[in-house]
């Protein structure tokens, strides 16, 4: 608010805000981590290249981590509303960048594959890359489950999710796959 009463307003996406994840300072974030599924959809001068740019930039594993939530934020707005492809690509080029980028992290490549799961059926290396996973992962029944549903294997699915204790279930349920979930 100015002197005289009135308020200058700027566009978020212009404007770069000093964010971090700790009270010293010392740990940046991207100021666009705070968007969660509604932001997504309601923002209407929303600038994914600025956003992009601005995940990339950050390296300490707590931005790591919010990147992350804000890709799941990403998917479950374009599962609210499928006409904003922009968000679902957004959402899998920022996933293939974690995958290529941060050491073989499974979630990262889940969440790459269920972007890709969204628009189209798996070609057979992203089936062998699933295979592969579920080697890797085989006593993780929260991948094992993900795998699964994006495998179409509904019933390995359910069998992994009852293994699931309650907690776990319900952060399933809060994720966007549990969208794909055919039970």
């Known amino acids: ?27 940046p974030i ?4 705070i968007f969660k599924r509604d932001d997504y959809l309601d923002i209407s001068n929303m600038d994914l290249d600025v ?11 707590e931005h790591i981590t919010r990147v992350n939530l804000s890709i ?10 499928n006409k904003r492809e922009d968000l679902l690509l957004t959402a899998q080029e920022l996933s293939k960048w974690l995958s290529e980028t941060r050491e073989q992290n499974s979630i990262y490549i889940l969440n790459y594959l269920q972007c890709i799961r969204r628009q189209r059926k798996f070609e057979n290396n992203e089936i062998k890359k699933l295979n592969e996973l579920a080697v890797a992962n085989s006593n993780n029944k929260s991948i094992q ?10 019933r390995s699915a359910s069998m992994y999710f009852d293994e699931l204790d309650m ?12 969208n794909l979930y055919q039970h």
Do not use: H, W
Request: with cysteine.
């Open 1 to 27: 608010k100015n002197a005289n009463g009135s308020y200058k307003l700027y566009n978020f996406f212009d404007k770069k805000c000093g964010f971090t994840v700790d009270k010293e300072g010392k740990i």
């Open 30 to 33: 991207s100021q666009y981590t």
């Open 51 to 61: 956003l992009k740019k601005s995940y990339m930039e950050y390296d300490s594993e």
């Open 72 to 81: 799941l934020e990403m998917i479950q707005a374009f599962d609210q509303d």
């Open 145 to 154: 489950f993900g795998i699964q549903v994006l495998l179409e294997n509904s």
């Open 167 to 178: 907690d776990e279930r319900n952060g399933i349920m809060s994720t966007p796959i549990y």
